[in-house]
């Protein structure tokens, strides 16, 4: 892909093609101000100013182009990525126009700019490549802080886009040393006997796996001592395949992108670094395959997780809580100020949503609050559901002390979250997301394929919390 620091440049009077921005309210002004050849150009691409339309108008020996916008949310972050799809490869400069009174910060926009050139070309062999599009800006300090978010987004959508036979448990260890090669961190993986005694769910839902991709916990810490400690935990299911609870093959089509959460963690964890976010990070991610084969963890066997309760297996196909589970665990065990862990965790969120808005739980309203205004700042909705308390005796056990999976459809998102609230500290500051980390059909700036869906919100919430009065 483009280096993502070539789509967006500081303006500084380079020779770029025009960009003017028309709401439905402005077209006809705009039309009046043209003259006939270009009113003709304009209809004849049935150009009405409608959020996301484009027109080519000729203009002496060049042309400009037109981006229709929204009224009401006329600089949001993908108001821009329609032009960034359908425009031919140049440079470019929104610029004002006689009908509007200045030119527009478009500072907002530059991450959907740079998001909707996105594309997925490991597995290509024709070697096509669309030539960029590269938008000039004044927003000068804004320029660095939307390649990263931007790049955040790639970074999520390559890891689940990638299918689970090259994006496995070890594969995410690569990503994790990558990150903490390039940054300075410190990392410790642990596998085999020792992930078997420290981390015994991890290692109960992996050890089906073949040795090439056996279970491991990734841990990464970064930052001065002195600093409020941050926990980031993300569920790396490379692959699910229910286990003996097995999916039906409709059911596994989208495994490869159990890991999402994985991938929103380690993305959160890249900018959190990249930024040098004043915080103490600590990132937690366990990885594994749930496997099928005569070593497999079975219905109606008991666990002994990492904090020592006993978890009776109702459901080998809820496989994401358990290894949660023992991560939360050692990531409460410093006692972080604040805890964010990501997971694909639950069908019954997606059914609660859809799939654009992860459902998050915390236990402080705050919190809940300030996530919310982060996502809505970012053009990154979440929504919350709620951790409520009567729902706890859905994971009642006859002979251990929870069972994995309740045994009626009823608030499923919620009763996997307070399976998670039983494993994190008590009066930690806690943010679970239950996301789906994939985008069923395109939109503007949006592929169809691996998507970051509340990374850019939990980023505002840590800028917002953490970050030194300048």
């Known amino acids: 892909m483009t280096d993502l ?88 400069r929104v610029v004002a126009h006689a009908s509007q009174p200045g030119v527009p910060r478009i500072a907002a926009a530059l991450v959907g700019w740079i998001a909707a050139q996105y594309r997925f070309d490991r597995y290509k062999t024709d070697g096509a490549n669309t030539d960029p599009r590269v ?123 159990d890991m999402g959460g994985a991938a929103h963690a380690l993305a959160l964890a890249r900018l959190v670094m990249e930024h040098a976010l004043p915080v103490r990070l600590h990132l937690l991610i366990p990885a594994v395959e749930n496997a099928i084969s005569g070593n497999a963890m079975r219905p109606g066997d008991v666990l002994r997780s990492r904090q020592g309760l006993s978890i009776e297996i109702t459901n080998t196909d809820a496989e994401g809580r358990l290894v949660l589970g023992d991560a939360l665990t050692r990531a409460s065990a410093a006692a972080p100020e604040l805890l964010i862990d990501f997971a694909t965790l639950t069908g019954a969120a997606r059914v609660a949503l859809g799939p654009d808005l992860p459902a998050v739980f915390t236990r402080r309203d705050d919190t809940a609050a300030a996530l919310a205004t982060a996502g809505l700042d970012r053009d990154d909705p979440v929504w919350r559901l709620p951790l409520h308390d009567g729902y706890r005796e859905y994971l009642k056990s006859d002979v251990a002390d929870m069972v994995n999976s309740h045994a009626t459809g009823f608030a499923g998102a919620t009763v996997a979250a307070l399976f998670l609230d039983r494993f994190v500290g008590e009066g930690i500051d806690w943010v679970h997301y239950d996301t789906f980390a994939w985008r069923p059909t395109a939109k503007p700036g949006r592929p169809k394929g691996g998507e970051a869906l509340g990374l850019r919100a939990a980023w505002g919430l840590l800028l917002a919390r953490f970050e030194r009065a300048t």
């Not at 108008?57 to 600089?75: H, K, M, S, T, Y």
């Not at 804004?142 to 955040?152: H, M």
């Not at 390559?158 to 410190?186: C, H, I, W």
């Not at 420290?198 to 930052?223: F, K, N, Q, T």
């Open 135 to 257: 938008l000039l800006t004044t927003e000068v300090k804004a320029l660095a802080p939307a390649v990263a978010e931007a790049g955040a987004i790639a970074l999520v959508r390559d890891l689940v886009n990638t299918p689970a036979e090259d994006m496995g448990p070890a594969q995410l260890e690569t990503e994790a040393r990558s990150l903490a090669k390039s940054f300075g961190a410190e990392i410790h993986v642990v596998a085999g006997d020792a992930l078997e005694r420290d981390y015994p769910m991890v290692h109960a839902v992996g050890r089906a796996a073949s040795r090439h991709h056996a279970p491991r916990l990734i841990e990464l810490e970064w930052g001065d001592v002195r600093h409020p400690r941050v926990a980031v935990v993300g569920k790396g299911v490379c692959f699910d395949s229910g286990g003996l609870d097995i999916k039906p093959s409709s059911g596994m089509a989208l495994m490869k992108k």
């Open 5 to 92: 620091n070539a789509l967006i440049q500081p303006d500084r009077g380079q020779k770029a093609i025009a960009i003017h921005l028309v709401a439905k309210p402005g077209l006809d002004a705009v039309l009046r101000s043209l003259n006939e050849g270009q009113r003709a150009a304009i209809a004849a691409q049935k150009f009405e100013g409608a959020a996301g339309e484009l027109a080519i108008v000729p203009d002496g020996l060049g042309w400009f182009a037109l981006g229709g916008i929204d009224a009401r949310d006329a600089l949001g972050c993908w108001c821009l990525a329609r032009l960034a799809e359908g425009l031919p490869g140049g440079t470019y």
